[in-house]
């Protein structure tokens, strides 16, 4: 039987239940100690990437390879494909669509994944669009094996403190995460940033509706110890339209040894990567470091993601 996400686009964290989670968790645990799966046996899969990455691309093409599928890939679709002729972003997905059976999508566009999906089906093309990091609105999947990893490190998700720390404003992964870790009682969330780059109104309207306890604050110090996860994130030059304002927050942030030591005992770090300068490079041989841990669980979180769209 076909399971509920069997041909559904992935675009945001929201479309998640904690049932859901729990389903994918569980498959990605047994991908982990089974990887050899053909589940896509026979299938093409189109990563079209209009921003550049590593650890998302990849992944996503190993957890294909991984399946038993087959890939084809744009690493830079403004540059390497016709939409840098000006052809017309929709008409291109539409186009696109019918060479495989789901696209992985990367946009500088907040809306480009619902977008490209809503055309597809105004046509009643239902090739499935998985959001792949889409502007500074979501990163749904880099949510989801954060979460995991979460529960792999500290053995549950529920009644823990996560500490985010850095550019705020701009990160579609801390947005993300933050739809996700609401759904859980007992979650705190401290909020680090300096008041320019603090998040948007709308995620504090989200966790005062949902009953999630959070804080804002610009010292990190205060509160290290209070954290049983601290999730750094960098200052995103990308994003900033004033190369001296960029300049000035850049280094808002540092996480040293000092720092490190004193959260809690059996607490993590985390980072989405990549990692630029605000942790020392020190700090990457502390126990409490986790972030190539979280890359990793990056392919079985994403096999066990399109297994669930596209398996049989």
């Known amino acids: 039987m076909p399971h509920k996400l069997h041909g559904q686009s992935i675009i945001w964290s929201q479309d998640f239940d904690v049932p859901l989670l729990e389903e994918l968790f569980e498959l990605a645990d047994k991908l982990k100690k089974e990887p050899e799966n053909k589940a896509l046996a026979g299938q093409l899969i189109i990563s079209l990437f209009f921003e550049k990455s590593t650890r998302t691309r990849m992944s996503f093409e190993a957890a294909v390879h991984g399946l038993g599928g087959d890939r084809m890939t744009t690493e830079d679709a403004m540059q390497f494909s016709s939409f840098g002729k000006g052809e017309p972003f929709e008409e291109g997905i539409q186009v696109i669509s019918a060479y495989g059976q789901a696209i992985i999508l990367r946009h500088p566009e907040d809306d480009a994944a619902m977008r490209a999906r809503d055309y597809l089906q105004s046509f009643n093309i239902w090739v499935p669009i998985i959001n792949a990091g889409c502007g500074q609105a979501q990163h749904p999947t880099q949510s989801l094996l954060d979460l995991y990893t979460i529960r792999e490190l500290r053995g549950r998700i529920e009644n823990l403190t996560i500490v985010i720390v850095g550019d705020l404003k701009h990160s579609r992964v801390v947005r993300s995460l933050i739809y996700l870790l609401g759904k859980f009682p007992g979650i705190r969330i ?21 009953g999630v306890e959070f804080l804002q ?25 004033d190369p001296k304002e960029y300049e000035r927050l850049k280094n808002s942030y540092r996480l040293t040894v000092g720092l490190a030591e004193k959260m809690r005992p059996g607490a993590a770090i985390m980072h989405p ?40």
């Open 273 to 312: 990567l990549p990692r630029v300068d605000e942790i020392d490079e020190a700090v990457s041989r502390m126990p409490q470091a986790h972030w190539i841990t979280q890359s990793n669980n990056g392919v079985p979180i994403r096999k066990a993601l399109l297994q669930m769209v596209l398996g049989e």
């Open 217 to 241: 604050t610009p010292k990190l110090a205060d509160v290290i110890g209070e954290a049983d996860v601290v999730y750094f994130t960098r200052v995103q030059k990308e994003r900033f339209e």
């Open 190 to 210: 401290i909020l680090v940033a300096p008041w320019e780059l603090a998040i948007g109104h709308n995620m504090l309207a989200y966790m005062r509706r949902h």
